[in-house]
């Protein structure tokens, strides 16, 4: 007998059957994520400032529920002296204090668990700049271990012999890596089936399929003479699906035309912004 769960579940995935080609490889990606729980460890000097951003929102909802495991370990905890020192000054003089190799590694030590999917990633701002597909690749692990830089950087040996990858989250310099980790630690969890009540959704995220999302609406219909494009209240889904395609095809060609670029287009894509393009130079013009 087939259970009602196995049903629903074939339904879902008869459904996403449908997507387009520029879902398909994050559609291989969320099938292989089906049923799984990711951990996280992440390394701090200050790890006092993650209690609050992660006891709110979906993340509470998806460590309540076992999908998520946050672990946090205090680097000061595994320095070697009564002082807690991890830092000190740089060989060869210069500006700034740098983190110390040693309490990163015992800690290291300390939480290894042994698993073979484990990624440890070191966030500082000489890394590759974090993206949706990071966030994607990231997802496929059952362990990533976060190691927050601080001061004027960290000691060369703790990138070359230490972590797996290092992630930046853009063109600037924080004091430290800590919110840098939250961000990853919310983009990764939102991917792992069960934390967001809409498994599907995530599939049109922005930069998810290459675009930027379409456009939204909701209730009430009409709002200080703002109404809602009649297609949404139509009922025709095929006529809905191709209103939304166009939206997410005219909007990153407004916003972000880098991403078409990299964009796997479909023949009708590449008829469409052909079409979007002349448009906006029209609506340009006037």
């Keep these: 007998m087939v259970s009602s769960f196995e049903l629903k579940k074939e339904s879902n995935l008869s459904k996403l059957k449908f997507l387009n080609k520029i879902e398909k490889p994050y559609f291989r990606v969320f099938v292989q994520a089906l049923n799984k729980m990711i951990r996280f460890d992440i390394l701090s000097l200050f790890p006092g400032m993650f209690e609050s951003p992660f006891d709110y929102s979906l993340l509470k909802k998806a460590r309540e529920k076992g999908l998520v495991e946050i672990n946090l370990h205090d680097i000061r905890s595994f320095a070697g002296d009564k002082h807690r020192t991890c830092d000190d000054y740089p060989y060869g003089g210069g500006g700034g204090m740098v983190m110390k190799v040693e309490p ?133 889904h095929k006529e809905i699906d191709e209103w939304r395609r166009r939206g997410a095809l005219k909007r990153t060609l407004m916003k972000r035309p880098d991403l078409l670029k990299k964009a796997e287009l479909s023949d009708k894509d590449r008829a469409e912004l052909k079409e979007l393009k002349i448009t906006c130079v029209k609506e340009c013009d006037e």
């Design 104 to 236: 990163v590694a015992r800690a290291l030590d300390f939480i290894a668990t042994g698993r073979t999917e484990t990624e440890i990633v070191l966030l500082t701002p000489q890394g590759e700049t974090f993206n949706q597909k990071i966030a994607e690749d990231l997802s496929r692990f059952s362990e990533i271990i976060l190691i927050c830089g601080h001061y004027e950087g960290v000691d060369e040996r703790i990138r070359e012999n230490l972590a797996d990858r290092e992630i930046s989250i853009g063109d600037y310099v924080l004091t430290g890596g800590e919110l840098p980790a939250m961000i990853v630690v919310d983009a990764v969890s939102r991917l792992i089936p069960g934390v967001l009540s809409n498994r599907e959704s995530v599939l049109f995220d922005s930069f998810s399929t290459g675009f930027l999302e379409y456009p939204h609406y909701t209730r009430p219909r009409e709002y200080r003479g703002w109404g809602v494009p009649d297609v949404l209240l139509s009922g025709n």
